[in-house]
């Protein structure tokens, strides 16, 4: 399993080259994909996503000088003949999913038969995540409520066995300060790493590592 957990995307250099080493071959030579679904699940979502294809918000995502990129939309597949988005998916190097609302995500992800896929479609492709895009492979996520899902709907996939607080002491997100996220992660029963916009959580096989150039904490549980 081959995962790149980030808070806001290739922020930086060792972020960069963390990605490079995942794929064993450049960004120039790598077919990506982009999952936009978590967006959706908060006010605005529908205009972010194409500065987010554009470049024009936040730190390099979509333009990487991929060879290709190409979006893939969940809320579209379970109506779509699945011969039809299959073989782009299995054809793809990196899969790239954004932001947004960890509980809208995780249902779509299981929805549209994503989630069983991914298992061993990671361990040849690289997953690389931007924020609740990154929380959803883990064992906690959050939701801004602005869907009809029930509160019992599943939050997160558990792919690995930590927790990931991200946008640590961001002035846009007050909420997590280093004092509420430490409190957050006492009552978790895993690992949980606190990172701001600056680092990354990279996952190779049963190798953890995190790589940064800012300020990053881990919390035992």
């Known amino acids: 399993m ?78 779509v003949k699945t011969e039809l988005w299959m073989p782009m998916l299995q054809e793809t190097d990196v899969l790239l999913v954004g932001g947004g609302d960890c509980q809208y995500l995780c249902y779509w992800m299981q929805k549209s038969g994503l989630a069983a896929l991914l298992p061993p479609l990671l361990h040849k492709m690289v997953y690389v995540g931007l924020s609740a895009g990154s929380m ?19 939050k997160s996939l558990n792919f690995v066995n930590f927790a990931i607080h991200p946008h640590l002491d961001h002035e846009w997100f007050p909420q997590n300060s280093l004092a509420n996220i430490e409190q957050l992660a006492a009552s978790l029963p895993v690992t949980s790493y606190a990172i701001d916009d600056q680092t990354a959580i990279k996952v190779n096989g049963n190798l953890v590592e995190v790589v940064s150039e800012g300020h990053w904490k881990q919390f035992s549980s």
């Open 2 to 79: 081959k995962l790149l957990l980030t808070s806001a995307g290739i922020s930086n250099k060792s972020i960069h080259n963390a990605l490079v080493e995942l794929l064993g071959k450049p960004v120039s030579e790598a077919n990506a994909l982009f999952i936009p679904t978590a967006i959706y699940g908060i006010a605005g979502g529908s205009q972010i996503i194409s500065k987010v294809i554009c470049g024009t918000i936040g730190d390099p995502f979509c333009q990487l000088s991929w060879k290709s990129i190409g979006v893939l939309e969940l809320t579209a597949l379970p109506s």
């Open 136 to 154: 959803v492979m883990t064992r906690y996520g959050t939701t801004y409520g602005n869907h009809t899902l029930t509160s019992e709907t599943n």
